[in-house]
């Protein structure tokens, strides 16, 4: 199995007692090092750290039953071309599980939230919204099998600090939140009153690649 994007690993640890063994791929260095760590932490001799990118996986054609990524994909570079990596990897009948945030359907909310998660870290890529990531997944070799639509509920401080997002960004940020429109304050359940919060859609899926 390999888990893309893996950050610090939590990912795959969860999946590790599924897998002979588990790759966490990461391009950063640091969140690498955070993998080994909680490794080594937890006794667990299948999780393997490696640096490499979504875009060009270090695997052969075929060799994996499993491919997991978490909340990760808004940073790819190319998501045609990761997603055609995960399907180029899998073997036949392999499962992907894939979980993001997402953009709504709705072009002015998708591109304010697209634009809000840039300034606020600048490794954003892109969000999709559900119905784009069907279509990419349909069309690079995927089966969709099932799929759960929920929200992430999050405070504006504390996503900030998270991201260290510059002070000055932050207020540019916050009062962005708090003149939204009624479109973009409705998609996301803004609360502007202290503390400020809102919540971000999701997407959980499952697919197989096509036998």
């Known amino acids: 199995a390999a888990d893309i994007g893996s950050g610090a690993g939590f990912t795959a640890f969860g999946i590790s007692p599924f897998a002979s063994t588990v790759f966490a791929i990461d391009l950063a260095l640091p969140m690498l090092q955070y993998s080994i760590e909680g490794t080594t ?38 998501i045609v071309v990761a997603t055609r990596e995960f399907a180029r990897v899998l073997k036949s009948e392999g499962l992907l599980i894939l979980v993001d945030t997402v953009v709504p359907e709705e072009p002015e909310a998708a591109a304010w939230m697209n634009n809000i998660e840039l300034r606020r870290d600048p490794s954003h890529s892109c969000d999709l919204s559900v119905q784009q990531w069907l279509d990419v997944l349909t069309t690079n070799g995927f089966t969709i099998q099932e799929t759960l639509s929920m929200t992430i509920p999050l405070e504006f401080e504390d996503w900030t600090q998270r991201s260290g997002t510059p002070r000055a960004v932050v207020e540019g940020l916050r009062t962005d939140f708090i003149n939204a429109t009624n479109i973009v304050t409705d998609a996301f359940d803004i609360q502007p009153d202290e503390p400020l919060r809102f919540s971000w859609p999701c997407l959980a899926l499952k697919a197989r690649v096509a036998g």
């Open 41 to 78: 932490s937890r006794g667990l001799t299948n999780v393997v750290s490696v640096l490499g990118s979504a875009e060009s996986l270090p695997f052969p054609n075929n060799s994996l039953g499993l491919v997991t990524c978490r909340l990760a994909a808004h940073h790819f570079n190319d």
